[in-house]
């Protein structure tokens, strides 16, 4: 596997094909190839761009009903696009997604649960219970409950915001090879969140290893200043960035740990990374903190794009994920 942000999805070479592209831009995706997803997802700066994960071997693409499938020897993406729902019938209509995708995940030679990332628009609108973020985990833990899915198989995840005219989006990544998810000593596991965030918890691991037979994946969730369960710094960006570094570490620690016979995990450009912002104006603080902190090689890279998106909490400002390949 290789991991690469380009303009294109132009294949690095003749053996490799397209599992998944993730297309980041401000016009619509081209729809003409089946690996292109575009979530509604519009960078802060230059693009349009593609995230694109190579598969040195074949890649056949098909669908199931609605929901499309890539798939290979070694893995599986599984996409699900639907129309926004509206925050009243969000619970309702995450249920339904969440079990069609699981239902299309059956037809692929794949078992194992690996990352999903979520997006939709508006996810902090409507306050207490009824946001629809929180509507949203309902649905999501109704389905995962009803296939009996145990702690230790929660995948890694990212739910964040998108373009108010974006669709409700899930991309699932299913595996042949066995994922080791890990949890932050600094943070409490989200699905163990307390009452306060919701009746039911959301149900994602922080993060997780993935050894195949010629490439290893780490994969890092959706990491925000959440400090225990707390947002530390309600709607202050700069410390956040702090927190979400901070957090970013010792997720990274416990990766690196867990996977003695992987190279240590770095944060390095050949990871790649989506930094979501709540706010445009953030964007030239936010860069320069990263710079200083990760280096200007990883924040200029390629690997690297800034996305405007809302955060599930709405007084978190900024957070960050990513995947690296060896
Ligand atoms: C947090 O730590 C921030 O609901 O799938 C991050 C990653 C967050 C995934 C999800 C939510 C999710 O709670 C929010």
């Given amino acids: 596997m290789l991991l690469t942000m ?11 094909s397209l599992l998944v592209a993730f297309y980041f831009g401000d016009k619509p995706a081209d729809g003409s190839n089946p690996a292109v997803i575009d979530a509604g997802l519009h960078p802060l700066a230059g693009g349009p761009r593609y995230e694109n994960w190579w598969y040195r071997g074949d890649v056949t693409h098909r669908s199931v ?27 309702e209509a995450s249920y339904e997604a969440y079990r069609s995708l699981l239902e299309a995940i059956g037809t692929t030679r794949h078992r194992q649960l690996v990352r999903i ?11 207490g219970d009824a946001e629809k973020y929180r509507q949203f985990s309902i649905g999501r833990a109704e389905a995962f409950d009803e296939i009996g ?5 929660i995948p890694a995840g990212t739910a964040t915001g998108c373009a108010d005219n974006g669709p409700f989006s899930i991309v699932a990544l299913v595996s042949r090879n066995a994922f080791r998810a890990v949890e932050n000593p ?11 965030y ?13 050894a ?17 369960h707390e947002s530390a710094h309600p709607y202050e960006t700069e410390p956040q960035i702090g927190e979400t570094l901070e957090n970013l570490k010792h997720i990274g620690g416990v990766l690196s740990a867990g996977a003695a016979e992987l190279p240590r995990f770095e944060l390095d450009n050949e990871c ?3 930094v979501y912002l709540r706010s445009v104006d953030d964007y030239e603080l936010v860069r320069s903190r990263l710079s200083d902190e990760l280096g200007a090689a990883v924040v200029a890279g390629d690997n690297l794009v800034f996305l405007h998106a809302d955060i599930c909490r709405r007084e978190l400002m900024v957070e960050i994920d990513g995947t690296r390949c060896y």
């Fill in 6 to 16: 380009d303009t294109s999805p132009e294949p690095p070479s003749p053996a490799h």
């Fill in 65 to 91: 009903g609605d929901i499309r499938v890539a798939e290979c020897d070694d893995h599986a993406f599984v996409t699900l696009q639907w129309p926004d729902a509206p925050g009243a019938r969000f619970r």
């Fill in 117 to 127: 990332w979520n997006y939709f628009p508006h996810i902090n609108e409507g306050s």
């Fill in 149 to 153: 899915m145990d702690q230790a198989g």
């Fill in 186 to 196: 600094r943070q409490v596991s989200a699905y163990e969140y307390p009452r306060q």
């Fill in 198 to 210: 919701g009746p039911k918890s959301p149900k994602f691991s922080r993060g997780g290893t993935l």
């Fill in 212 to 228: 195949g037979d010629d490439h290893h994946l780490y994969l890092i969730s959706g990491t925000a200043a959440v400090v225990g």
């Fill in 272 to 274: 790649v990374l989506r």
